[in-house]
C-alpha cells in the first residue's frame, strides 16, 4: 500500500510537468526507476582449430593428424531486461539479465580415413547476470530533451550451459558500451533505448585461459516511474 | 597379453581369458561360474619380484628401475587407486607358475613378432588373481637410456603397455596401421594400451595418453573420477541394425584428447566413460587397423563393413553422469 502510494505521488510529480512531445521536460529525472525489456544480439567467437592429433611413429615428425577441427560460437539473437535507478540526471545504476541461445558449430574436415567433411552444432543457453553504472550525457540531449545519449560500464556473472543442461560453465563478463535513450509523450514514462558495446569474458566455454572480447547490442521499450 | 613389434600374429597368449563385454574399455576379465567378471587386483600394494638377469645394454638394475617408473606411472593417476612393491630379485623367471609376480627377460625365439607379454593365474572359482608374470623377449634388443637408443627397444616403454595388461587392461584401437610386405606397422597411435608397438628408439609411450587414463579410471577409479567426469553411451547402427566391434572415439575439441570404446554386442550397444565434462565429438570407425583377435575373442563377430562416421551432433557430457541414447549410423561401404 506505502509502495502503491509513493508510486502515485511520482506519476502526479511527473505528469504535472510533462509537456508536450516537442517541449518535453529533460529526461532522465532522478529518483526514477526504468525498467526495460527487449532484444539482444551477442556476437560469435572463434575457437580456432582443434585438430584430433596421433603420436606419431616417427618420433620426431609433427604429430599425426586423425581429423581437423575448427570450432565457433555462432552469434546468439536473445531477451534482456533490466532495471535502473536515476540516481542524478546524469548517473544511474542498473542491473539486469541477458539470455541468448547461441549455436556452437564445429566443422570437421580432412579426415584421414575419408570420413566426408561435416558440419556439427550443439545449442548453448548463455546468461549474463550483471550491474552497471550509466552516465548519461546530459549535455548532449536532443530532441527537445527527450533523448539523451549514455554511456555504460559493468560487470556480471556469466552462466553458459550447453546442450540439454548437460554441463555448467561458468565465468565473469565485464562490459562498456554507449546508447542512447529516447521517450516519448507528455509523461515521458514510455521510451526506447538502444545500446552497443563490448562485452569481455572470463572463463565460460572457451578453449584457452584468458579474455575474449564480443560485440553486444540491444533494442528495448524502456517504462520509467 | 602380447605386444608385438611389428605384425599382429595370431595366437593368443591367454586363452583362458576373454574381453569383458561391459564397460567403456576393453578390459580383461575371467569365466566364474556363468559370469565373467573384470580381471583386477584387490589388495595392494601388489607385490613383485624382478628376474636378477640383464640383456645386452641392460643391467637387471636397470630394467628394475624402468619396470619401477613404469608401474609408478600407472599408479600416479588421479582418482585411482593402485599401488605395488617391488619385493626383490630373484632366480626365477616369468611364466614359472610360482605363485609370484615375476617380471623379466624370457628367450622366446618362437615368438618373433612379440616384444614383450603378460600372463595370468586366476582362480577360477572367484575370479581371484593368484599370480601375474610379464616377459620381454629376449631376441629383441633393448634399452634403459634416457633418451631411447636407436634400433633398440624401450624398456619403460613397453612395460608401461604389459602393466597396464597386468593392471586388467586390455587393447586400445586408438591407432593408425598400415601394411608393407603383409607386415602391419603403426603409423601413429594415441594410447599406450595401442597393440603394436612404435619403432625401436621411440620412447613416446612411457607417459600414459587420455585413453589408457580412462580404462584405468574405469576399473580403479574412486569416487571422485565417478563424480567429476562423465560418460556417453548409445549405438550404432547400420540400417537400423546394431554393428557389434565398431571402435567409437570422443574427441574433446577443447582439449584434444582421444578417448575411445568398442560396440560389444550384437545391437551396437556403446559406453566410453572417463570423459571430462563439456562438448564431445564422436567418431565411429571399423576396427580394421589391427588384427581382430588383438581385440576380441575369435567367436566375436566384428562388421568391417561402414565407413567411417561422425555423430551429427555436438555431444555434451554431464558431469557425474552420461550423455545417454545416443545413435550413431552409419553406412555400408
Same mark, same amino acid.
Not at chain 2, 560418460?231 to 557389434?244: A, D, E, I, L, N
Given at each position: ?225 | ?138 631376441? =629383441? !634388443?633393448?634399452?634403459?637410456?634416457? @633418451?631411447?637408443? #636407436? &634400433? *633398440? ?40 594400451? =595401442? !597393440?603394436?608397438?612404435?619403432?625401436? @628408439?621411440?620412447? #613416446? &609411450? *612411457? ?127
Amino acid at each position: 500500500m506505502q509502495r502503491a502510494l509513493v508510486a502515485a505521488v511520482l506519476a502526479i510529480v511527473a505528469g504535472a510537468g510533462a509537456p508536450a512531445f516537442a517541449q518535453s521536460v529533460a529526461v532522465p529525472r532522478p529518483k526514477t526507476v526504468e525498467i526495460s525489456g527487449g532484444v539482444t544480439l551477442v556476437g560469435g567467437y572463434d575457437f580456432g582449430a582443434s585438430n584430433a592429433e596421433l603420436t606419431p611413429n616417427a618420433g620426431t615428425s609433427p604429430p599425426f593428424v586423425e581429423f581437423k577441427t575448427t570450432n565457433r560460437l555462432k552469434p546468439g539473437l536473445g531477451l534482456q531486461g533490466r532495471i535502473g535507478f536515476v540516481i542524478t540526471p546524469a548517473l544511474a545504476v542498473e542491473g539486469g539479465v541477458r539470455f541468448t541461445r547461441p549455436t556452437y558449430e564445429v566443422r570437421v574436415t580432412d579426415d584421414f580415413e575419408g570420413a566426408p567433411n561435416t558440419t556439427i552444432e550443439e545449442t548453448l543457453s548463455q546468461y549474463v547476470f550483471d550491474g552497471a553504472l550509466v552516465w548519461h550525457i546530459t549535455g548532449a540531449r536532443f530532441a527537445g530533451g527527450s533523448g539523451v545519449p549514455f554511456l555504460y560500464g559493468g560487470a556480471g556473472y556469466l552462466r553458459e550451459l550447453h546442450e540439454e543442461n548437460a554441463f555448467v560453465e561458468e565465468g565473469i563478463e565485464y562490459h562498456a558500451g554507449g546508447g542512447i535513450k529516447w521517450w516519448f509523450g507528455q509523461s515521458g514514462r514510455i521510451g526506447i533505448r538502444a545500446e552497443g558495446g563490448i562485452s569481455i569474458r572470463d572463463g565460460g566455454f572457451d578453449f584457452k585461459d584468458g579474455k575474449r572480447m564480443v560485440p553486444v547490442a540491444g533494442a528495448s521499450v524502456i517504462y520509467s516511474f | 597379453m602380447t605386444r608385438r613389434s611389428r605384425a599382429i600374429a595370431l595366437t593368443a597368449v591367454l586363452t583362458a581369458l576373454v574381453v569383458v563385454p561391459v564397460g567403456a574399455y576393453l578390459k580383461l576379465g575371467t569365466r566364474v561360474g556363468t559370469r565373467t567378471e573384470s580381471l583386477r587386483w584387490r589388495t595392494f600394494p601388489i607385490r613383485y619380484f624382478i628376474t636378477n638377469a640383464g640383456v645386452s645394454g641392460v643391467t637387471a638394475q636397470q630394467f628394475q628401475d624402468a619396470v619401477t617408473r613404469a608401474f609408478n606411472t600407472w599408479h600416479a593417476v588421479e582418482n585411482t587407486q593402485t599401488s605395488s612393491t617391488f619385493v626383490g630379485f630373484v632366480q626365477a623367471r616369468p611364466f614359472s607358475e610360482d605363485g609370484a609376480n615375476v617380471i623379466g627377460y624370457l628367450s622366446q625365439p618362437g615368438q618373433d613378432r612379440t616384444l614383450a607379454a603378460t600372463t595370468f593365474t586366476v582362480d577360477t572359482t572367484d575370479g581371484r588373481i593368484l599370480e601375474s608374470d610379464i616377459y620381454f623377449n629376449t631376441i =629383441f !634388443p633393448w634399452s634403459t637410456s634416457d @633418451g631411447g637408443t #636407436a &634400433d *633398440r627397444y624401450d624398456v619403460e616403454s613397453i612395460a608401461l603397455h604389459e602393466i597396464g595388461h597386468f593392471l586388467g587392461l586390455s587393447h586400445s584401437a586408438l591407432g593408425e596401421t598400415e601394411l608393407i610386405g603383409g607386415s602391419r606397422r603403426v603409423i601413429a597411435a594415441q594410447s599406450v594400451m =595401442f !597393440p603394436i608397438a612404435f619403432r625401436a @628408439g621411440n620412447i #613416446a &609411450d *612411457r607417459s600414459l595418453k587420455a585413453d589408457d587414463i580412462a580404462g584405468i579410471s574405469d576399473i580403479y577409479g574412486t569416487s571422485t573420477f565417478n563424480r567429476e567426469l562423465g560418460s556417453v553411451s548409445g549405438r550404432v547402427t547400420k540400417s537400423g541394425r546394431g554393428v557389434q566391434g565398431a571402435h567409437v572415439v570422443a574427441f574433446n575439441p577443447k582439449t584434444g584428447k582421444l578417448v575411445g570404446g568398442f560396440t560389444l554386442n550384437e545391437a551396437g550397444d556403446f559406453v566410453i566413460a572417463g570423459l571430462e565434462p563439456g562438448p564431445q565429438i564422436l567418431r565411429a570407425e571399423p576396427l580394421d587397423d589391427g588384427d581382430v583377435t588383438s581385440f576380441f575373442d575369435d567367436d566375436f563377430d566384428v562388421d568391417l563393413d561402414f565407413r567411417v562416421t561422425f555423430y551429427e551432433r555436438i555431444v555434451a557430457v554431464p558431469r557425474g553422469g552420461g550423455a545417454r541414447d545416443i545413435e550413431i549410423k552409419v553406412t555400408a561401404k
